[in-house]
């Protein structure tokens, strides 16, 4: 699941709808077809659901490999694209969905000091992986022709895919983090873990830079598809700018380490 949708959103990314995936599969020495059947079984679910066509690759046990690994190469062909370096000052920045939906299915999947939450809500947190894919609000924005630069932030949060678009761009941007969204089951597990769910990692969500002109098109085309869409901020000539929900504001730095990164035990 993670091997497609992952190399897919990078692509989508760019505009693109992402069309052909290639992969290296290596498995522990001793593997049977058991494992094998399961992992193409699921990229092919997975692909399946995107509209994604897996035209082959290469398989191979490895001696002393501890578990799976799976390498994934994601192919589109598109007359034009977009990149996270084209921001420009003034855009609107768009964001779908919530923050961290991958890390709070993360900690709530192998977090053991979070076992103890009730199975309705657990099942609720970790459920949140199945919504990784960026592919359909991504290329939607973009055929509206207003998306200047995307960006899906997964390492670092919400935070750090901005901070990287800025860097691309070499631009600031000016965000209002009340404005950002945040369910309800993922305050809740960071909250438990003391953590911030905007430096969170944070795949599933999509951030837009978008011509001011267009920001009411671009969200009334990713509503129509039932895509949760937030306007939270703007991009700037410089500084790096979150204005918390006292008014105050912070300067970011050039880089954000990921909260799980910070997390001294637990994560298995």
Known sequence: WYAVNVAANDVATSGAKPMFLQTVILLPEGSDTT???QITNDMHRA??????????GHTETVKDLK?????STCISIAESYVTAADAKVGDTI????AAALEGTSILARHDKTLQDLPPKLKRKAINLAKKISIVEEA????STGYVHAMHDPTEGGVIGGLCEMAEAAKLGFIVHKSKIPILDVTKRICQLKGIDPLR????GALLLAVDPKGVEEVKKRLTAKGIPVAEIGRFTPSK????DEQGKKHTLP???????WRLEEGIG
Request: proline content about 2%.
């Open 47 to 56: 692909a399946k659901k995107i509209g994604l066509t897996i035209t082959g």
């Open 200 to 203: 969170l990692i944070s795949s």
């Open 67 to 71: 578990r799976p690994i799976i390498i």
């Open 139 to 142: 290329t939607e924005a973009y």
């Open 35 to 37: 494992t094998l059947k």
């Open 240 to 243: 790096r700018i979150l204005i």
């Open 94 to 97: 768009l964001m779908t969905k």
């Open 254 to 260: 050039k880089a954000v380490i990921d909260e799980l």
